[in-house]
């Protein structure tokens, strides 16, 4: 039974339009939701977190807003770019355990000009 | 600073062969990962490290097995690999400790294995 549901495996986005991707997940143990952003051929990459006691953080053009209520996770990008077309996976960490993530299948996203 | 490096980056195995997937960080990372990424599926993680000598199931274990005989090096071997087992796989490292940036995992390049 999957903890995180990434439901859009794809999202196609016009340059400077904002972007939405969301990430829903099942359990409330968690301490922190974070984004993830994969290019082809690289690793995943850290790009944003939000901590469970808190339901907004933003870091330049993204912003991640947390709703526990609805266990609902969503990442803005505003404006997105070409740049920001990636797969972008939302991760869930627990610190009691070791550090490790439970990932969501991710989002496509394609930025188009 | 390489950060993480995975070798080999590909790698065609015929059913029934065995090979070892090698990960080297150089952050002095207490905590080691081996996930695989399947499409639909996300990331998934397959075995883990919280120290030199010591590892531990994650949520698809079968069929793998690790060691961590130097803190920065952790091995994933398939003893006898199947089609199943066709996937890209990741290693990842993280310090240990409570949240922050400092302790995200990061993750090498990828080692694409296919098993025919």
């Known amino acids: 039974d999957q903890q995180v549901k990434q439901n859009s495996p794809s999202l196609s986005v016009q340059e400077g339009r904002i972007s939405i991707l969301n990430c829903d997940y099942t359990?409330?143990?968690?301490?922190?939701f974070l984004w993830y952003k994969k290019y082809p051929a690289e690793g995943p990459t850290f790009l944003i977190s939000?901590?469970?006691?808190?339901d907004k953080n933003e870091d330049g053009r993204f912003t991640v807003f947390l709703n526990k209520s609805a266990k609902h996770l969503s990442l803005h990008i505003v404006p997105s770019q070409p740049g920001d077309s990636a797969v972008y996976f939302c991760a869930l960490f627990f610190s009691g355990g070791y550090n490790k993530l439970i990932f969501g299948a991710g989002t496509r996203l394609a930025v188009h000009p | 600073n390489a950060g993480v490096t995975q070798t080999p980056k590909f790698r065609v195995l015929k059913t029934g062969q065995s090979m070892t997937l090698l990960c080297a960080q150089d952050?002095?990372?207490?905590?080691m990962y081996w996930y695989r990424q399947d499409p639909g599926m996300g990331l998934r993680l397959i075995h883990y490290s919280v120290g030199e000598g010591t590892t531990a199931k994650g949520e698809v274990p079968d069929g793998y097995n690790v060691s961590r005989l130097k803190k920065q090096n952790f091995l994933l071997g398939l003893e006898s690999a199947a089609p199943s087992q066709t996937s890209v796989y990741f290693c990842?490292?993280?310090?240990?400790?409570?949240?922050?940036?400092?302790?995200?995992?990061?993750f090498g390049a990828g080692s694409r294995l296919t098993v025919l």
């Open positions: 939000i901590s469970s006691i808190k």
């Open positions: 990842a490292s993280a310090g240990a400790g409570a949240f922050s940036g400092a302790n995200v995992l990061t």
């Open positions: 359990n409330s143990m968690f301490d922190y």
């Open positions: 952050m002095n990372h207490e905590y």
